[in-house]
């Protein structure tokens, strides 16, 4: 108990200010849907997260939003456990097509509104794996697909710039 | 021990001829049998060699006009030599006797040529599809025969995907996946229990499933780039271990720098995901504040990463004759004094966790998996070694370990406080041989120029942190991959978590599985 509570004070706040930085994003959202959003969704955004056949680097990067230096909750985002309590889906991975059935039971499972992310350059059209015979092209075919962070994986800043960005939070 | 002994004793004990036995390169020996003899002399060599097959897989030759060959890998520690086995076997009529039956640790690698191939292994006990599912493709497509197309319309297999069922009283199943509740990959856990313990515990792959095997054929030297994506946070290991098969064939000289640069960047993988794991198994029992110190510890060695090498996860670093880059004075300095923070951070965690009673409660004597089970199921790597098996490929074969007087880390008990013990001790060795090889390491060229790809075949090998890591590439004269064979220590350790289950309850297996860490879409590529 000592060491923890020694280390909790000479750790201290680990937590980086978010350098502010335009991030090169890909968005597809139409105005309505961002003026739904910023109407229901007001300042917080509950993530469902799909690995659809990615490497684990993106979910990698994803866990590291939330350790204690880039605290991704001190602005709202949270990821949660289920797809009912979610209303956004982000999808990792080339989408292999045995996670095809899971990932459109996933989107279909979440209340609306609701709206798709895609992560990570292989959701976006394969890349790396594009041309195997076991994956779609990309997350976009299997469920309408609002932004992309592109990256490989992209680092935990750029994740978080672009959900702020998207949100206007 | 000599080979050339082993195959005497073969020939004259067990009356199996032998074709041909040739020593392809220094630490790889082909010897090729007829196909009806591949089974007796595969439970030889397991028994001979006291050692798991390492790699069971086939190849297409019917471009040469020749059929499919069947190889089986055993690695001799002693000899320090990879013994393949290698059988042809019939275009038209392709079978062989499963192995499985008298060596368990084929059995994943047969269901797998099984499917890829369409090549039966006769009298094998569970012949079920691992990767390409039944819901979704249809029978009688191998995608790894040369002759396959892709083809639009099939219509998915009828054939159901069988669990294995128990039956009785008070019997229920809890199934998971493969959508999990936290930000994890995908897999299907079926957990069969009657009160509290598990009493069968069944995992079924392949979601992550992309045909990586596939897409490697016809590429060149420049698939290092894929071979990182193959398992995203075990980027280094994989691009060392194709580009070592690819240098083996191409005979291209790796500059010692450049070696000593690899190798610090596999400590620098293991690092981190040591310090992952190691947080992981806190926050799975629920002791929180251990788990952020990890991530904090994680993210200071991914942020050095990237001031080194550009790369947080270190893709991009390998390339075919060496690294992409090298590390400057400043940098080094930047590595040793980032280290030492990290040393400081790591004896205050030990402190923490072993010094909570509560928490050795929950990690001592959980999730065992016994010596003996590890040695049939062919488990490698961490969960090996804390099982009790002193598998290590870094003392094995490589001379930088040699030199930095590398010491394997070792426990016997097999729970997840073994794994946990394995895992820090690897972590302060790693640090320690880290400063060992910058201070080991002459200046010099990081990549050999110029190399002429060529036809040929070699086992490249690594240990990753995970354990051992293994690509085998065959090329065309024109030096394009023609069969690439990839082994990630997860695809036989997954068994290893389903057996140290059973008995514990479901609520544990959070933090069994964590102690393992395995790779979803490294098992299933």
């Given amino acids: ?169 | 021990m000599d080979y050339r002994d082993l195959l005497t004793e073969l020939t004259q004990q067990h009356g199996i001829s032998i074709c041909k036995a040739e020593e392809m390169h220094p630490d790889e020996v082909y010897i090729w049998v007829e196909s009806r003899d591949l089974r007796a002399a595969a439970a030889f060599m397991n028994k001979r060699l006291r050692a798991p097959v390492s790699m069971l897989f086939a190849q297409d030759r019917k471009l040469r006009n020749e059929g499919f060959v069947v190889y089986c890998v055993f690695l001799s520690s002693q000899m320090k030599k990879w013994l393949f086995l290698c059988a042809p076997i019939s275009a038209g009529d392709p079978r062989f006797d499963s192995l499985s039956c008298v060596v368990y640790s084929a059995a994943l690698f047969e269901r797998e040529i099984r499917e890829m191939f369409g090549i039966e292994s006769v009298n094998s006990t569970d012949i079920r599809r691992i990767r390409l599912h039944e819901e979704v493709w249809p029978q009688g497509r191998f995608p790894l025969r040369k002759d396959f197309k892709e083809e639009g319309g099939a219509v998915p297999s009828q054939v159901h995907y069988g669990f294995t069922r128990v039956e009785g009283e008070g019997v229920f199943e809890v199934p998971v996946g493969p959508v999990h509740a936290g930000v994890i990959g995908p897999g299907h856990f079926r957990f069969s229990s009657a009160g509290e313990p598990i009493i069968n515990l069944e995992i079924r792959l392949g979601f992550t499933h992309r045909g990586v095997e596939k897409l490697f054929e016809g590429r060149h030297h420049d698939a290092a780039a894929l071979a990182g994506c193959v398992a995203g946070d075990s980027a280094v290991s994989h691009a060392v271990s194709f580009c070592h098969a690819l240098e083996k064939i191409y005979k291209v000289p790796v500059p010692v720098r450049g070696r000593y640069i690899r190798a610090i960047c596999l400590e620098l993988e293991r690092l981190y995901n040591h310090a992952n794991d190691i947080g992981g198994i806190a926050v799975d029992v629920g002791f929180t504040f251990p788990s952020a110190f990890c991530a904090i510890i994680k993210e200071t060695v991914q942020s050095l990463n990237r001031e080194l090498f550009n790369h947080r996860f270190l893709k991009g670093v390998l390339c075919c004759g060496g690294v992409t880059r090298d590390i400057d004075d400043e940098r080094m300095r930047l590595l040793n004094s980032t280290l030492k923070a990290v040393r400081r951070d790591l004896g205050e965690l030990k402190e923490m966790l072993f010094s909570s009673v509560s928490f050795i409660d929950r990690v001592d004597t959980t999730g065992i998996l016994r010596r003996k089970t590890a040695e049939d199921l062919g488990v490698t790597g961490v969960a090996a070694r804390a099982s009790g098996l002193p598998v290590d490929l870094r003392k094995d074969f490589n001379d930088i370990y040699e030199i930095a007087r590398f010491r394997i880390a070792q426990e016997s008990s097999g729970d997840v406080l073994a794994r946990l013990r394995v895992r820090i001790s690897e972590f302060e060795e790693s640090m320690r041989l880290i400063d060992e090889f910058a201070h080991n390491m002459p200046s010099g060229p990081v990549r050999a120029e110029g190399f002429s790809p060529q036809a040929g075949c070699a086992l490249g090998y690594t240990e990753g942190w995970r354990g051992p890591v293994l690509y085998w590439i065959e090329t065309d004269p024109s030096g394009a991959i023609d069969r690439c064979k990839i082994v990630d220590p997860s695809f036989l350790n997954w068994q290893g978590l389903a057996y140290c289950v059973l008995g514990e309850i479901i609520p544990d297996f959070p933090v069994c599985n964590k102690s393992f860490d395995l790779s979803y879409s490294g098992s299933d590529l």
């Fill in chain 1, 1 to 169: 108990m000592i060491t923890i509570l020694k280390n909790r004070m000479l750790k201290g706040v680990l937590t980086k200010k978010i350098a502010w930085a335009e991030p090169r994003v890909y968005e597809t959202a139409g105005a309505e849907l961002k003026a739904l959003i910023a109407k229901k969704f007001g300042r917080s955004l509950n993530i469902r997260e799909v690995d659809a056949g990615s490497c684990a680097a993106c979910e990698s990067e994803i866990i590291a939003c939330s350790n204690p230096v880039y605290d991704i909750q001190r602005f709202g985002i949270n990821f949660v456990a289920s797809p009912r309590h979610a209303d956004c889906l982000l999808v990792t991975g080339p989408v292999s097509k045995n996670m095809v059935l899971a990932l459109k039971s996933t989107y279909d499972a979440m209340p609306g509104p609701k709206f798709v992310i895609t992560l990570g350059d292989c959701a976006f059209d394969g890349g790396p794996f594009k041309g195997s015979y076991y994956i779609e092209h990309g997350a976009g075919s299997i469920v309408p697909v609002s932004l992309h962070i592109p990256g490989c994986p992209p680092d935990p800043e750029t994740i978080i710039n672009s959900l702020l960005n998207f949100m206007k939070i």
